[in-house]
């Protein structure tokens, strides 16, 4: 669609709760295909919080079709050329280069994660986006023609459909699910830091990282691996530091942490390692990785509340596609709401069951190869890794990063609303079948592929036309 084009209205009402990347998402994509669009965040007032943050070639895509955004989150990016990956005791073992991945899926966006969300909020009200701030949803409701919430005080809100994209608390879960689940810790979590990079600089042993451009390193010990990062030219650094953590996140699971408690975790690392801990601001962000059993379903029996995100499906860190999944997330529902006008009074019931048809194998198949690669570092074999290095790498697949999502609904909607009509609205497994991606067991060469590129399920070549299909985008 061009954007100097308003798009015809669809009469589609959303409401969508949540400001995250899930949610802004689904808010913008339903504004430029036609819907009305009421966003719902409970806090106040919006602050530039987190640290960094990782959008993928599959995710990207979709900040370029936004008119300035792209520009805008291009000097906040690094743009590291490589990953160098080195033992614990700071023994290089590979160096992955990025230029290729470029070249074939497109660029990513990695960055202060307040810095990119102001600049995608501000684009969702520059838009027309309309969001409340201060309103808690405190409940979610469905009848056979409607959904609504109720926000804290009472206030009953009603739509066509509700798109839940609060995070792994979300309250869009009980009506979902049929009862209230809780949070369960993963066994890991996520010590992480941002800050100035004034003193890096000025250290001999770490000056590396602000000289040459901007640089990424990532350490890998037994069951621990810590990434450092520069960007903006020298100008700001971050670390994240992964591991084991039994800590109960029954109230919270984003606490502090004093610096001494990383040092702890770290005891004996790299002299690198020590230094840039030397020069870390205290507290840090004490992130608990939080765990869900997946889901058997993201949306409400009556097929008019959904859930997407994080809400839907907590990723890991090591995926690096937590953020992405959320915004193909928002994307598919978006389409799949237009491609339904026209279809009579259960066309918003359908979109709702065709969107879960259409994520939820992929969003499996992604998910896995979080625990792949964290599997891959923590349990690393360093003598083997010097003998076979490549084994450490990132594995950057096309059937993950080449995908276009909002392309994919647009060419599967049809297909998936016809098994769906002839199964029922009620059960979306058959449907969900149309949608098995290459990486059905996440990986390729985990799941019998012999290499990553170009190659399917089986090891079998992934001709063009496959890849047409299945929406991979191939330069």
Partial sequence: MAESQKPAKTGIKVIVVGT???????????????????????????????????????????????????????????RADAITLKSWQGETLLTQHWEGETNEFGIRYDGHRGEFHEIVYNHAKEIGV?????????????????????????????ADVVIAAEGVRSKGRKIVLGFEDKPKASGYAVYRSWFSADEIAKDPDTKFFTEGGDQHVAWLGPDVHFIAACMKKGKDFSWVCTHKDEADIEESWQLEAPLEDARKVLEGWDPV?????????????????????????????????????????????????????????????????????????????????????????????????????????????????????????????????????????????????????????????????????????????FGGGEDAKGKGKGGVDVSAEAHAVSGTVVS
Avoid at 130 to 151: C, H, Q, S, T, W
Avoid at 303 to 328: K, N, V
Avoid at 361 to 389: C, L, M, N, Y
């Fill in 273 to 445: 390692v020590q230094k840039i801990l030397d020069k870390t601001p205290s507290p840090l962000i004490d992130w608990k990785l939080v765990y869900r059993d997946p889901l058997p379903t993201w949306i409400s029996k009556g097929r008019r509340i959904a859930l997407i995100g994080d809400a839907a499906h907590p990723f890991l860190p090591t995926s690096i596609q937590g953020a992405s999944q959320a915004m193909e997330d928002g994307v598919t529902i978006a389409v799949c709401l237009r491609e339904s006008v026209g279809a009579g009074p259960d066309g918003v019931r359908e979109a709702v069951a065709a969107f879960e048809a259409i994520r939820y194998e992929r969003v499996k198949s992604a998910q896995k190869t979080g625990e792949q690669t964290r599997d891959i570092w923590h349990k690393a074999d360093f003598g083997a890794a010097k003998k076979d290095p490549d084994s450490l790498r990132l594995r950057r697949e096309g059937w993950l990063l080449g995908f276009d999502a909002e392309t994919y609904a647009e060419k599967n909607y049809a297909r998936t609303v016809e098994v769906l009509r002839r199964t029922g609205l009620e059960d979306t497994s058959e449907a969900r079948k149309l949608h098995i991606p290459e990486g059905q067991h996440g990986y390729l060469e």
């Fill in 130 to 158: 309309e969001i409340r701030l201060g309103a808690r949803v405190e409940d979610y409701f469905e009848d056979a023609e409607k959904a609504g919430v109720v926000i804290e005080g009472g206030e009953r809100i009603t």
């Fill in 20 to 78: 995250g990347f899930a949610g802004l998402t689904a808010a913008i994509e339903c504004q430029r295909k036609g819907h009305q669009v009421l966003v719902l965040e409970k806090f106040p007032e919006l602050k530039l919080l987190g640290d960094i943050i990782s959008f993928g070639p599959n995710s990207s895509r979709l900040f370029r079709r936004w008119p300035g955004v792209a520009e805008k989150l291009e000097p906040l990016s690094m």
